[in-house]
C-alpha cells in the first residue's frame, strides 16, 4: 500500500470546503473541482469504516496527486473499526479524516451511524478520541443541529460539548435538524427549517472550536455573509450543481488573485477546464484495466457551462454521446463546438 506525503490542511483551507455528497464527490469530481479552484477543502463520499478495512482501497480511496487536501469522511460507531479505517485513510495519503453525524437515510441509521449518533453524544466522543489516538491527521465531525423532537439549541450545546472533550477541534454544522421517522434524505435536505443562528450562537459560546456552517447556502455572496459569523462554509450542490462558482472562489473567497485562465469564469477559462479535464479522462481510460467508464466521469461536467448560448446542446451532447465513445477528447471538443457556433451565431 503506498503512503502518500501528507500535506498539512491549514487555517485558510477550512474557510471554503464542498460538502461530502454520495454518488457525486467521487475522486473524477474533485480531479474537475480542482481545475477550478487551487484553495478549496474537498470531500469524499462517505465510506463506511466496514468498506474501508474490508474493501478494495485503491478503488474506494484512490486519488489523484493533484486533489491537493481532501478530507475522508467515514460513518461507523465502533471505536475499534473507525480507528482502523482512519489509519488507513492516513496511509493513503488523506489529510484528515471526519466522523459523520449527521446522514439521515435509513440504511446508515439502521447502521447506527450517522444522523442517528447525535442521541449518543458520548459515544461520538469516544469514536473521536480512539481516532485521534490513532492517527498524527486531524480528526472533524460533521453533524446536524439535532434529530427529530430533539432539536434545542442546548441539546446542540451538550453534544457539541461532548465533541470538544474528545479534544477534537474542528465541527461542520449542517444548520437543520433531521427527521428520522417520516422524511426521505432528500426531504432532509430541505424540509427541515434552516436556522443558522444555532451555528452563530455557538461559535460564540464555543470560541475555541473551529465551527463550519452548512445548509441552504448557494452563492460566494453567501458565503461570504456566513463568514462573519463563523469560521468556515461548507457548499454541497450548489457547488455541483454550479461548478462555475469555483472557479472565483479562489480571488473572493481566499483573497488569491488569479494567473492563469483555469481561475476564472469566462468562457475561455471554463473551456480550458474542460480540456484539462478531457485529457484527465482519456488518461485514465488508457492507464487504468477495466477502470471507469467514459460516462462516468463526463457527467461532472455536464453542468460547468450555464446560462451561455448552447449550454443546452452542450449538456445534451454530452449525456448522449458519453456512453458510446471511448474518445474523450473528441467528446469534449464535439460538445464546446456547440458552445463556440453559439456563441458567434450570438454574437
Known sequence: MPIATTTEINRAHRRFAIAPMMELTDRHYRYLARLLTRHTLLYTEMLTCQAVIHGDRDYLLGKHDSEGPVVLQLGGSDTTDMARAAVIGEQMGYQEINMN??????????????????????????VVAAMQDAVSIPVSVKCRLGIDRDDSYQALADFTEQVALSGCRYLIVHARKAWL????????????????????????????????????????????????????VMV???AYYQPAMLATSDQRVFGD??????????????????????RYMQSMLESVDQ?????????????LFQEVPGAKQWRRHLSEQASKSRDAIALVEGALDYLVHETRRTA
Open 257 to 278: 488573485l488569479p494567473d492563469g485562465l483555469q481561475h476564472n469564469a469566462s468562457f475561455e477559462s471554463l473551456s480550458a477546464v474542460a480540456r484539462s479535464y478531457a
Open 181 to 232: 421517522d417520516g422524511l426521505s434524505p432528500k426531504q432532509n435536505r430541505s424540509i427541515p427549517p434552516l436556522r443558522y443562528e444555532y451555528v452563530h450562537r455557538l461559535k460564540r459560546e464555543f470560541p475555541a472550536l473551529h465551527i463550519s456552517i452548512n445548509g441552504g447556502i448557494d452563492s460566494l455572496d453567501a458565503v461570504a455573509e456566513q463568514l462573519h459569523h463563523v469560521d468556515g
Open 101 to 126: 453525524v449527521g446522514c439521515p437515510s435509513d440504511r446508515v441509521k439502521a447502521g447506527r451511524f450517522g444522523a442517528c449518533l447525535m442521541a449518543e453524544p458520548k459515544l461520538v466522543r469516544d
Open 291 to 303: 477502470g471507469p467508464r467514459l460516462n462516468t466521469m463526463s457527467r461532472h461536467l455536464i453542468a
Open 236 to 238: 454541497g450542490r450548489a
